[in-house]
């Protein structure tokens, strides 16, 4: 089975600055898909970003990137110029090929990193 | 657009009560989810279906809990009898299956701004 550590319980970023937020997992596939979601307060799970594992590009969304590494099995999260309302539970997902056939299968879910802005 | 729904936001109810959730995916999506979020033991997948059938219910913890599907608009979990340990969040999520035959689908799960449910 795989899993999805994320071994920051909380991290805390002066506003504009940068902040890098870890993640590793552990699979035996070479075909897969990593996101990063975002829950802020509200407790709406909100899609930030996600990398394909064979595209050794690493995906951005504005001020969102990651710096995947396959070898490794290391998806971190970078969020440049923090912003008040970046402050949130983010949590790293690992989603595979299902038992069966193609298609979609559930997302596997590390256990979050709480960030905090400090203006 | 719409997204995904579900009904009600907050449910509070006593031990040995029947719980019902309802979730109302994005309109074309095939694949529908459920999840649990606890501070213990983080989100879990519970359940997911796949053009309204179940694909893989591993993750239902016990006999107490089903989960249907009855048309592609509309899915329910339910928990009977409820017990104090269920209080949980439960997520609802659909995304498209995207990708062809034997392909690892590339669509993101959307999810629904889940049901607080706390048994006394």
């Known amino acids: 089975a795989q899993t999805v550590t994320q071994s920051q319980p909380e991290m805390s970023v002066q506003e504009a600055e940068t902040v890098t937020l870890s993640c590793t997992y552990d699979?035996?596939?070479?075909?897969?898909?990593l996101f990063w979601y975002k829950q802020p307060p509200s407790r709406q799970m909100i899609l930030v970003i996600r990398?394909?594992?064979?595209?050794?590009q690493n995906a951005t969304e504005n001020r969102f990137s990651v710096n995947f590494q396959k070898a490794a099995k290391s998806f971190s999260l970078k969020i440049s110029d923090s912003q008040l309302g970046d402050a949130a539970m983010y949590f790293c997902?690992?989603?595979?090929?299902?038992?069966?056939?193609?298609?979609?299968?559930?997302?596997?879910f590390g256990k979050g990193t709480h960030l905090i802005i400090q203006p | 657009d719409a997204g995904v729904i579900q009904s009600p936001r907050h449910e509070v109810t006593e031990m040995g009560q029947e719980v019902t959730l309802r979730c109302k995916p994005i309109s074309g999506h095939d694949y529908l989810f459920w999840y649990r979020q606890t501070m213990m033991r983080g989100l879990e997948l519970l359940i997911y279906?796949?053009?309204?059938?179940?694909?893989?219910d591993s993750g239902m913890p016990e006999d107490r809990f089903s989960a249907k599907m009855p048309n592609a608009s509309f899915s329910t979990l339910k928990i009977q009898p409820s017990e104090p340990r269920d209080s949980a969040v439960y997520f609802c999520a659909s995304s498209l299956g995207g990708g062809g035959a034997g392909s690892l689908s590339n669509q993101p799960q959307h999810f629904g701004d889940g049901t607080r449910l706390s048994i006394l």
């Open positions: 997902a690992y989603r595979g090929r299902p038992l069966i056939g193609g298609g979609a299968d559930g997302l596997t």
């Open positions: 279906f796949n053009n309204n059938v179940p694909i893989d």
């Open positions: 990398q394909e594992a064979y595209k050794q």
């Open positions: 699979t035996s596939e070479s075909d897969y898909y």
